[in-house]
């Protein structure tokens, strides 16, 4: 058996098609949860970023409207002061030109930063045209375009805009506030991570949790689906072995359902084999009652002077005497109480063709098998027989041609013969059946050969059929199952 054919019956079986249900609905809950708990998040995320925006804002603001009631002549000496005392909130300079600003990537937090900065500014100043924008601290500028804050002396402005080792955005706002001035305000945000976006649902942590929670379950879930469907599975191979002849009581142990499952099937089993000893202890009670009369009669019929009566009623009993005999043969060959073992039937098919090849080259066997076939041996020879006979007396020539495999294995034997009915081919399998001599009819056959090699094949998990062949002549197709 392959390993794709293993895995594919495995995901067929009850156990894979637990586990995989079970795999879904824990990862589609994991999912789920992450999810609604990530929104969550994210909402509160946003609710916080704006409460923390507005006060970032008025402080701007009144940092902003303190710069611009200055006189002209005394902002500058303000700033210097500052930058010498250090300790503000905000690194504050008078630029002659906008610095471009290098941004970070946008993101919805940084919009509403920037959406409350700009409302709070229209508000309480009435400005309208400042310019809001994130940098990094390590590429920021500050002063003019080719001077960088990492390149002041750190008095300037390190104090409040550098937080090592940590890199918190900064937010830098520039209004003009004449035709030559440009005041540049950069403050660091509350927190390194304020702005950061919340991780998406299947990040390394969250896979790693997933992945140990759908380990967890499916270990828990194979630990008991084994302890499940165990006792399915030996019930399954007892009625298996059961319908090829092989009794043998299950243990009724396990959950309360399996118990109970295990003694119906227990008494089943009892029901059908007490049918079988019965039927068969009927048929030979039969034979022998049917003897002793049958004797007597054609004694009888031996003394009738009349000799036309005498051979009618002598042909009778001799009808009714085989009919008895076939009646036996079909329940003997059929039950056959043997023990399954490895089977040679390459050398069953050989002794058949030495026989059947002493006056002409009858019988060909095309292919071979593998390995030996576990079965009952008389069992199988029977099945065999009886085909191949027939495939000998109606079409004086057959074919064998043996197609093995790792799950089954399967016989065609081919005939050169008249065939059959198309409408005779299901037919011919019920005992007694016979098709007249137009229709390829055999003599002296009471119509058992066929049923008794269907039975045993059943018998073996296998089954017997017959098709008509196109170029001419019958095959017949013998299944049988390895396992």
Not at 283 to 298: E, M, N, Q, V, Y
Not at 421 to 438: E, G
């Amino acid at each position: 058996m392959t390993t794709l054919h293993r895995v594919k019956r495995w995901f067929q079986s009850l156990t894979g098609q637990i586990v995989i249900i079970m795999t879904v609905g824990v990862a589609a809950v994991q999912l789920i949860g992450s999810s609604i708990w990530l929104h969550q998040v994210e909402a509160d995320t946003r609710e916080n970023v704006r409460e923390v925006s507005k006060h970032m804002a008025f402080r701007i603001a009144a940092t902003v409207s303190y710069f611009t009631s200055l006189p002209q002549n005394y902002r500058h000496i303000v700033i210097d002061q500052l930058q010498d005392m250090g300790g503000t909130r905000f690194f504050v300079t008078l630029n002659r030109e906008e610095i471009l600003i290098n941004p970070i990537e946008d993101s919805p937090l940084k919009d509403i930063v920037k959406a409350e900065v700009q409302s709070t500014l229209s508000k309480q100043l009435g400005i309208n045209n400042a310019k809001i924008a994130f940098s990094s601290p390590e590429d920021l500028h500050v002063i003019n375009n080719h001077t960088r804050l990492v390149d002041l002396p750190e008095r300037w402005g390190h104090h409040s805009l550098l937080v090592k080792p940590l890199t918190p955005p900064i937010i830098v706002i520039q209004i003009p506030i004449n035709d030559s001035d440009w005041l540049y305000l950069a403050s660091l945000m509350p927190d390194p991570y304020f702005l950061e976006e919340t991780t998406s649902p299947l990040s390394r942590d969250r896979v790693f949790s997933l992945i140990v929670s759908v380990t967890t379950v499916l270990l828990l879930t194979l630990l008991i689906l084994r302890r499940t469907t165990r006792p399915l599975a030996v019930l399954a191979r007892a009625a298996e072995r059961f319908g090829q002849g092989d009794f043998k009581p299950l243990r009724e142990v396990g959950a309360l359902e399996v118990k109970h499952t295990a003694h119906a099937f227990n008494d089943m089993q009892a029901r059908i084999q007490r049918y079988l000893n019965d039927r068969e202890k009927l048929f030979a009670a039969i034979s022998h009652d049917l003897k002793t009369p049958i004797t007597r009669l054609r004694l009888r019929a031996e003394m009738l002077d009349d000799e036309d009566t005498r051979e009618a009623m002598v042909r009778d009993l001799e009808d009714l005497d085989l009919l008895v005999k076939g009646a036996i043969q079909s329940v003997k060959e059929t039950d056959i109480h043997e023990n399954r073992v490895e089977i040679d039937i390459m050398r069953y098919l050989k002794d058949i063709q030495h026989s059947a090849n002493q006056m002409t080259q009858a019988m060909t066997i095309i292919g071979t098998l593998q390995t030996p076939y576990i079965g009952k041996p008389l069992a199988i020879r029977r099945c065999l027989g009886n085909l191949i006979d027939n495939a000998l007396y109606y079409g004086h020539h057959a074919e064998i041609h043996i197609e093995d495999g790792v799950d089954e294995l399967c016989i065609r034997i081919c005939d050169q013969g008249p065939g059959i009915p198309d409408t005779k081919l299901d037919h011919v399998f019920q005992p007694y059946t016979q098709l007249s001599s137009s229709q390829g009819g055999r003599t002296g056959s009471v119509g058992l050969g066929l049923s008794i090699a269907r039975n045993i094949a059943r018998a073996h998990g296998g089954e017997v059929s017959l098709q008509n062949r196109e170029q001419g002549g019958l095959e017949v197709r013998l299944w049988l199952p390895r396992h």
